[in-house]
């Protein structure tokens, strides 16, 4: 018998409205308010062992206590899977079944799943981290929210072939997996084919759907005579790294980046240096460094005054195979780290 | 900004100064040439590189390189 967990709100805890949304977290053995359906949906294979009630400004307000709290409810408890909500279109209630999810997953390393609306801020902040259903505007549709749930739920559980995003029905988190293709027609011959309806202004689809861009603002140009008082960072998705590769970045697939300190240094030397980058042939770049990372041409910048210094660290990564979702996480801890260290420009080579 | 060989990929993800490299594996510097015009070309680019961060844009932008 397997066993689930469901994280509710203090609404539909049945605790009370808007009055008691500061109650703190609790959690009850059996079924309260939707875990009852989600149990109905689940079947007989499954248990739903225990539900979680949390008021959503206690979790809003002292999030860290609440998921702490929580936490410390569920480490002597069994469960293969955990759900929460769904939170239709209630903002606060979203944010919360997303962190709790969030934090379950990772302390636990279980399958999590919860439900929103689309209008619920708490589907981009969280979508890429977990399953989030496309649920209803309103608790008019629990119960088909609820079989959503418990039906995706089932297939993990049972190590079902998952399908798309868009086939289950939850938001996309920017997550490729590679499938066999049902199709007669060889991929050569559909790319083709592709190819051609494209030349023709067809519509086509891709087998290689890339989520659509979060386009960022452009930033504002440095000021001219201001070019000279900055420092420059540079960030590579090239994979070079010191020989040996110190903090195990993998060579595809990356999940993980590192920092290399080059204050010393006037330029990247092969043997110092290399790229672990397994997406392309790395005899260039393993003989001169500098080719990816071009530290010798920047000093030469700075020698001359057209720049006012160098960051001591660059920072490197792998961008081959590398999920959208794993860049950009990637990509905001580096830029968090340049913003701390005060710089204001960075050039990214990419390979 | 960004330095990359394919640049309608980094349009693609949303970079908005771009500047064009050689290759995929050797995006500065050409190892067929000698290191001096390979310094030159990796000087150059990255000299555009920086001048295009003091480049007022309204769009997406690739910067020419001349070498």
């Known amino acids: 018998m397997k066993k689930a967990i469901l994280y509710l709100n203090q609404f539909f805890g049945q605790i009370g409205g808007e009055e008691l949304a500061d109650h703190a977290p609790e959690i009850r053995e059996g079924l309260v ?10 079947g007989d294979d499954v248990q739903v062992t225990h539900t979680i009630i949390c008021g959503d400004n206690f979790m809003g307000s002292r999030t860290q206590e609440a998921l702490d709290t929580i936490l410390s409810f569920l480490e002597d408890k069994e469960f293969d899977i955990f759900f929460a909500g769904p939170a239709f279109r209630a903002g606060r209630y979203g944010s919360a079944c997303g962190n709790i999810c969030k934090t379950v997953k990772e302390k636990f390393n279980v399958p999590v799943i919860t439900s929103m609306n689309d ?21 008019a549709a629990m119960r088909k929210d609820v079989a959503a749930m418990a039906k995706f739920g089932l297939k993990i559980l049972n190590s079902e072939e998952l399908k798309s995003a868009d086939e289950e029905g939850y938001y996309g988190r920017g997550v490729r997996s590679q499938i066999w293709m049902e199709s007669p027609v060889p991929a050569t011959d559909r790319v083709i084919d592709m190819l051609l309806k494209k030349v023709q202004g067809q519509p086509f689809k891709s087998e290689l759907p890339i989520p659509p861009s979060d386009l960022i603002p452009i930033a504002p140009a440095i000021g001219l005579g201001d070019l000279s008082k900055l420092h420059i960072a540079v960030v590579t998705s090239g994979g070079i790294v010191p020989v ?3 903090d195990r970045i993998q060579s595809a697939s990356a999940t993980k980046w590192g920092k290399y300190h080059i204050a010393d240094k006037y330029d990247l030397i092969g043997g110092e240096y290399q790229t672990i980058h397994a997406g392309f042939d790395p005899a260039a770049a393993n003989a001169d ?23 001591p660290y660059f920072y490197s990564t792998v961008g081959t195979g590398t999920t959208q979702a794993e860049a950009a996480r990637m990509g905001r801890e580096i830029a968090a780290e340049l913003l701390a260290a005060g710089i204001k420009a960075a050039i990214l080579v990419s390979t | 900004m960004q330095m990359a060989n394919l640049i309608p990929v980094a349009k693609s993800v949303g970079a908005n100064r771009m500047v064009p490299t050689i290759s995929i594996p050797y995006p500065l510097g050409d190892p067929a040439t000698s290191k001096e015009q390979q310094f030159k070309l990796r000087y150059h680019r990255v000299g555009v590189a920086l001048d295009a961060l003091t480049t007022d844009i ?10």
């Open chain 1, 33 to 42: 308010g939707p875990a009852m359906e989600l149990q109905k949906q689940l």
């Open chain 1, 119 to 139: 209008e619920n801020p708490g589907v981009e902040m969280f979508k890429k981290e977990m399953y989030i259903f496309k649920g209803g505007a309103s608790a």
């Open chain 1, 244 to 246: 040996g590769n110190p």
């Open chain 1, 289 to 311: 460094p500098d080719v990816i990372v071009p530290l010798d041409a920047l000093r030469a910048y700075e020698k001359e005054g057209k720049i006012g210094g160098i960051h």
């Open chain 2, 58 to 67: 309204q769009e997406q932008t690739v910067f020419k390189v001349k070498i």
